[in-house]
């Protein structure tokens, strides 16, 4: 693709890079070439990276505060036959950051609206976490103000699935501190900041250790944030899987590293686990 009578009109939502500017899809690349003009959530950060890209596009900016207005230009573009890129600041548009009433404003014009997938700090996250996952719910950035984020906690805490959240580093002690504060303190926590860049870190540890773990070292409050809240415990019924996965690993562990394996595996609670495990190996 090499200029714009190589792309159908439309409306692109293309995936941008969470850090490292190398993750970026090659038909990413050809679409911002291809395109009559690049609206973005903030123009200059999109210029650093179709600059590093050797691309030069008109830049429109599309934010929260301009989408409605901007979709009107950009609609209009379309129906005459233009092909539009629309890029977040980084990721995937229109997941926690601006672009879904631009393409709702597309789409209602009876327009095409094109994705372009590629990176997200969700999928990047949950991928490194440890954790297995079958059924996880994301909701995004929890609110800033402490008596909502706490009643919002309190609405997902029933939930029998694992929780994704977004955080910022001003925020993301107080928000930690809720979770615990909240919600099952067994539940494994994955804290993922800076991902893909420089000082990415994954860390995966029980929810009630986390506040302590974050307070540790300052470093650890930097960056960006993903955070993976694991599966509940499970309920009673579940105890023979419990029972069943502790007997094949008591064969191989000491109880109290049986009993934290079991509990990871099974979602059990730990102090549930060792005690059974204790009470397993002392009827051997």
């Known amino acids: 693709m090499d ?11 293309v995936a941008t890079p969470i850090g490292n500017l190398s993750d970026i899809t090659l038909r990413a690349l050809e679409v911002l070439k291809a395109c009559a003009m690049v609206a973005c959530e903030d123009t200059r950060v999109s210029a650093v990276l179709l600059a590093h890209y050797g691309i030069s596009k008109p830049l429109l900016s599309v934010r929260e505060h301009n989408e409605a207005r901007a979709a009107q230009r950009i609609v209009a573009a379309v129906a005459e036959g233009a092909a539009v890129a629309y890029v977040s600041d980084a990721g995937t548009p229109a997941i926690s950051d601006p672009g879904a009433r631009l393409a709702a404003a597309v789409r209602a014009a009876g327009l095409a609206v094109i994705p372009v997938p590629g990176p ?40 029998p699935y694992a929780l994704v959240f977004y ?3 001003h925020r993301i002690v107080e928000a930690v501190d809720d979770l615990a504060d909240i919600l099952d303190q067994d539940r494994m926590l994955t804290v993922a900041r800076e991902l893909t ?46 029972r ?27 102090n549930a686990a060792y005690s059974l495990a204790l009470a397993m190996r002392t009827a051997k």
């Open 3 to 13: 200029n714009n009578a190589d792309l159908a009109a439309g409306l692109y939502l």
């Open 244 to 270: 069943g996965t502790l007997t094949v690993l008591l064969d191989y562990l000491p109880v109290s590293q049986a009993a934290q394996a079991a509990a990871r595996l099974t979602g059990a609670k730990k």
């Open 120 to 159: 997200s700090a969700v999928a990047a996250a949950l991928s490194a976490s440890g954790q297995a996952l079958d059924h996880w719910l994301f909701y995004g950035f929890l609110p800033a103000r402490a008596g909502e984020r706490r009643q919002a906690l309190q609405n997902l805490r029933a939930l």
């Open 167 to 169: 955080e910022s580093p």
């Open 197 to 242: 860049k420089r000082f990415e870190a994954v860390h995966t540890l029980p929810l009630g250790e986390a506040p302590a773990w974050l307070r540790a070292d300052a470093n650890r409050q930097r960056g960006e944030f993903v955070l993976i809240l694991g599966v509940p415990a499970k309920p009673a019924e579940d105890a023979e899987t419990l």
